[in-house]
């Protein structure tokens, strides 16, 4: 048989229908929705007369819009309490799973899949949301999809697709202390461009990824759509086995191992071939920053805001130029001189309980600058909330000087009240620094959540290499562990 | 979804390099319900000044380009965000083509499932698209989806490639959903078949799970 790749691996075992010079039919096994682009594709269904397939296999989360605050209080916006309403409406109408804004298990749709064991290695996961690729963490094939498609997902449990041209990702060797997934996957965009993985589909591998926890994969495939790939994957190993077990949706003993069994076999064959390899060297990468408007407008810390006439394409260019004048940075700044009015932790991209465990040891006994308008962190769910503050980390926060908020997307997008003011600088832990992002007129710089925690206290970026950081296994006090029962 | 055949029409030139989704429809506008009336809100950020005042400088609100129907577009156009708002915007505010010279691919995809044609040329037929339009007021030009060519009055002719599936249901305005069900049988099949085992399909104990209000 042909060596294939685990791309190749769940694309087969989940053909309909394939007929030559035509899409295939693939079919999906969740599919997640939220309140911001779903109304419509239940609107479509309605008014074509038909109905939801498989409910079960749906999966909705109110995210996008919802408070970071005070849940008890009624939502003030409007347009915002029309789309609450309309999903759990929609969810009850036709039977799909709720996580609503008053559930102890609601999250970010990108964080609670994972954490609730919905996610597993093999599946077809969509979402109507670019940042599904973050599921490919797992091993399975996630990737966003617009109105249409979830109205087609909704009816069908199928997807018509082409398949894609595969990208192999290959990092080598070891990261350094204060170099994180965040990190590596912004080089990775930096070196690739934000088009570079147009077509193709993702997989990364290497010892650099295979060192890094669940949580890592899931930042590094979160981005992988800001590098023009619509998914990104790694296999499934020992690593995401543990992180499986015992989560709510995942099954259990005797199907564990069966599943497990299944797991296995979906690593990449040895001498399958991809379309494209690119290679990079972990001991090379240092903490990156972005400078510009676009996720590979990024650079290490050490280095400067570049000059645009040093870019070789007169488009890329004017692009640069364009960027640094709404950004309001001189070309050979030092990156290091950057100062910031707000910090941001949180976002589908780094808002788990390590990168809130990184970002604590960063701050803890310290206090933010004095210069900082406002130090926000906001836990990817409300589990990863109860767990943070099962281990002190809230406390270490506050008492460091950040806000300490509900679960949500916050101020990655701005939906809710938490954006960025126009004119203000953030460091945001967030995927996209595109104009407007965080809020008309804002800027963002993109980082790890240790470079956010880093530059909160001193005013700028700074280079966490140089303080005592890593703070992956930073427990500060007692770690409850029994939060797998709803 | 309206069938894309041919359309002659006003060319407008947006000369900008990875215009992402976010630009086309700001995030305040995604809170809607419905699928139409995006028009007026397609590259807020850009088009108004503050109190939705019309901003000279943004190319759209240029009186030359009033009513036009395609649009010029540099690299990687449509990238970011899946909000499929962004054709929805592009379509209600009249635009029934795109030229560009590469689209990111979940916004290429969401074009032709609301009778958009995203067109590919190359980088130096988009250059000329470029000189021409901004060179001749009022120039304009005529897509051609069933020869899979674009024209304009003086004489050039670029022929470009599309997927014929794409194509037939462009032409046709074949509703994606309905072209699916026709495979209900084979759906239905492979959800009887249990190539895995039965857990990988089934949730364990969803019921006990839903939290529907």
Known sequence: MTPRTLYEKIWDAHLVHEQAGQPSLIYIDRHLIHEGTSPQAFAGIKAAGRTVRRPELTFAAMDHSVSTKNRALPVLDPDAAGQFEALARNCKEFGVNLFDMHSRNQGIVHVIGPELGITQPGFTIVCGDSHTSTHGAFGALAFGIGTSEIEHVLATQCLSQFKSKTMKIDVRGKRQNGVTAKDIILAIIGKIGIAGGNGHVAEYT??????????GRMTMCNMTIEGGARAGMVAPDETTFAYMEGRPFVPRGKDFQVAVDYWKSLATDPGAQYDETITLHAEELAPMVTWGTNPGMVTQVTSRVPDPHSFKDPVDQ????????YM???PGTPMQDITVDRVFIGSCTNSRLEDLRAAAKVVAGKHVAKSLKQALVVPGSRRVKVEAENEGLDKIFLDAGFEWRDAGCSMCIGMNDDVLPAGERSASTSNRNFEGRQGKGSRTHLVSPLMAAAAAIEGHFVDVRTWDVDGADFRPGKSRSDLNGL | MEPFVKHTGLVAALDRVNVDTDQMVPKQFLKLQTRQGYGRVLFYDWRYLPGEKPNPEFVLNYPRYKAASIILARANFGCGSSREHAPWAILDYGFRAILA??????????????????????NDQMDELFRRTEKTEGYRLTVDLEQQIVTDEQGLRYSFTVDPFRRDCLLKG????????????????????????????????????????
Do not use: W
């Open chain 1, 318 to 325: 004017k692009a640069a130029e364009r960027a640094l004048e």
């Open chain 1, 328 to 330: 309001a940075l001189e």
């Open chain 1, 206 to 215: 290497g010892e650099a990824v295979r060192g890094l926890s669940m949580e």
């Open chain 2, 101 to 122: 010279p590469s689209y990111a691919d979940i916004f290429y995809n969401n074009c032709f499932k609301n009778g958009i044609l995203p067109v590919t040329l190359t």
């Open chain 2, 174 to 213: 074949l509703d994606d959903i309905g072209l699916t069900l026709v495979h209900a049988n084979e759906i239905a099949a492979f959800e009887k078949k249990g190539v895995r085992s039965p857990v990988m399909y089934q949730p364990v104990d969803v019921k006990f799970h839903r939290e529907a209000t």
